[in-house]
């Protein structure tokens, strides 16, 4: 039979290595799926005390016997063993008593309550593990409520766009409005948006399991801000922005994926385009040092919030009055910290913002 004091069974877990053979060669000895060592300690300690107990009582009786009586002596040892098993038990219990609540607290984790703790009492390699414990216990909270607001936020940012396209395409469909391109291009624009939270969803979910492939190649800064400055210049014209170029020419080309820091750079844009008033002005900019080359990206617009300044990194992070997805900024540092690189952001209200992003340079070797 199988169980906690059973074989193993015969399948393979999925969470057992793949570098180790299965079923693990149980040896019942100091090492691997034995023991631990502190219980091969504790054991050895306790037989040791036995033994010495019983030499002692033997060599008690033997001498005190004949002098005392062997009914006498008897009851004494006797006495004294009842109280030393009922100190040991005392050190037992509170010895076992961590790893009582550790199991249990183990087992409420497991079944997904992840606000166990348990008290940091006893031996001092007990309260290391509750320590450890707690600490575990914690961090899969925090990553549980991330996990459950992650997908509250994406369900609302996709029922906006699908909510559109639903009701434009049910009032065509039923002949409340015409299927003309002023009726048709709602559902466009939805279709887009839903695109762009779709491929920015993808970024996230690439940088976060490590998975994003950069491939690095030397580009022209100067190019690069050029490049996105003629991307935006349509939308910054529609928004009433001027858009500044001030890269510097001649700058040593930077180590980065063309692909991905446009996308970056892009967002950084877009943000400035979008929160900046008519007749304000979004500028970019490309400096270069010995290692490194900066971008930065300020605009005139109202600035960010004191209180929203710490979080504009994390994701679904949005003013009161925003009207994005709340993504741009979180994928933009995703794609720069990949890049080995560093990005931050300084803004003052009323006076704008401005973020800076660094990347390696070039190097030939």
Known sequence: MSGRWGPPPRSRPPWWPEDRSWPPTRRWGRGRYGPPAFVWRFGCIFIAVIALIAVAASAAVGALAGRYGALR?????????????????????????????LIDAAGRVERGDYSARISEYGPPQVRSVARAFNSMSARLKAADEQRRGFLADVVHELRTPLA?????????????????PEHLAPILDATRSLEVLVEDLRALALTDTGSLVLNREPVDPAELVR?????????????????????ED????????PVRLRG???????NGIRYTPRGGSVTISAEGSADRIAFTVSDTGPGIAPDLLPRVFHRFVRGPESTGSGLGLAIAHDIVAAHGGQIEVTSSTPSGTTVRMTVPVYSAA
């Open 73 to 101: 002596v008897g009851t004494f040892l006797a006495v004294v063993l009842l109280l030393f098993l009922l100190v040991g038990g005392r050190g037992m219990r509170r010895f076992t008593r961590p790893m009582d609540d």
């Open 164 to 180: 559109v396209i639903q009701a434009q395409a049910e009032a065509i469909a039923d002949g409340v409005y015409p299927a003309d």
């Open 227 to 247: 490049d996105t400055v003629a991307t935006f210049a349509a939308q910054a014209e529609v928004a009433g922005v001027e858009l500044v170029d001030k890269a």
């Open 250 to 257: 001649g700058l040593s080309p930077a180590d980065v994926d």
């Open 264 to 270: 970056a750079l892009g967002n950084v844009v877009a």
